[in-house]
């Protein structure tokens, strides 16, 4: 029996943390599928693919040779067997990212590659798209969100805790801007599963939105 729990929802609402907590907490293997699609981008870079050719950026999503490794308390996000950790999180890989995720062919070329991540006893994933298209069976579904001013706030506080440079009104428009791509594409758009409980963690702590979540995969766990 697998149990999955997918978590979804805009970026910079919390997902990576919770997720993170989740899978710790169940003792669930973690599926950060951002990840995949920002290996994807970064090998359509670093093999000079022109991103704007749908069929070119699917036939490197199908040969990607990518896995994930746990060292300490990170997962290493390996790329062609070099670590691409730090490199899949800058804003260009971020925005190539999103614009590769609007083609269908890549979305449907990555779609086993994610299945294959569950696993008994169970798996917690992080996306758009995890309870509406890639695991629509999930036990546990909740849509993680947040206003953009408040995530905004969050990534400026990331950046500065990372000693690095950050400006709210730029970091606002990058996250606005990745809203309106993610939720009016016309292949999975950003959308709460009709069954999927919506979280806004605007007003919340860490620690609370993790309760709720357990309460629900408790809740699961009975039923
Ligand atoms: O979550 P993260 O910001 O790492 O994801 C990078 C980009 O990948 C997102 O902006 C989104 O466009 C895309 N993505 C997606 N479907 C997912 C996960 C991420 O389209 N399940």
Request: glycine content about 6%; proline content about 3%; aromatic content about 4%.
């Amino acid at each position: 029996m697998t149990t999955v729990i997918t978590i979804d929802g805009p970026s910079g609402a919390g997902k990576g943390t919770i997720c993170k907590l989740v899978a710790q907490q169940t003792g669930f293997a973690l599926l950060d599928s951002g990840a995949i699609y920002r290996l994807t981008a970064l090998a359509c870079l670093n093999q000079q693919v022109d991103v704007d050719d749908e069929a070119a950026v699917k036939t490197v999503a199908e040969a990607l040779n990518i896995k994930f490794e746990v060292s300490e308390d990170k997962v290493l996000a390996i790329l062609d067997g070099a670590d691409a950790s730090k490199k899949i999180r800058e804003e260009q890989v971020g925005m190539t990212a999103s614009k590769i995720a609007a083609y269908p062919a890549v979305r449907a070329a990555l779609l086993q590659r994610q299945r294959d991540f569950s696993q008994p006893p169970g798996l917690v994933a992080d996306g758009r798209d995890m309870g509406t298209v890639v695991f629509p069976q999930a036990e546990v579904k909740i849509f993680l969100t947040a206003s953009a001013q408040e995530r905004a706030k969050r990534r400026v506080k990331q950046l500065e805790e990372a000693g690095q440079k950050a400006d709210y009104a730029l970091i606002l428009k990058d996250i606005e801007a990745r809203d309106h791509a993610d939720s009016t594409r016309a292949s999975a758009p950003l959308k709460p599963a009709e069954d999927a409980v919506v979280l806004d963690s605007t007003a919340l702590s860490i620690q609370q939105v993790l309760d709720h979540v357990m309460n629900l995969v408790e809740k699961a766990k009975q039923s």
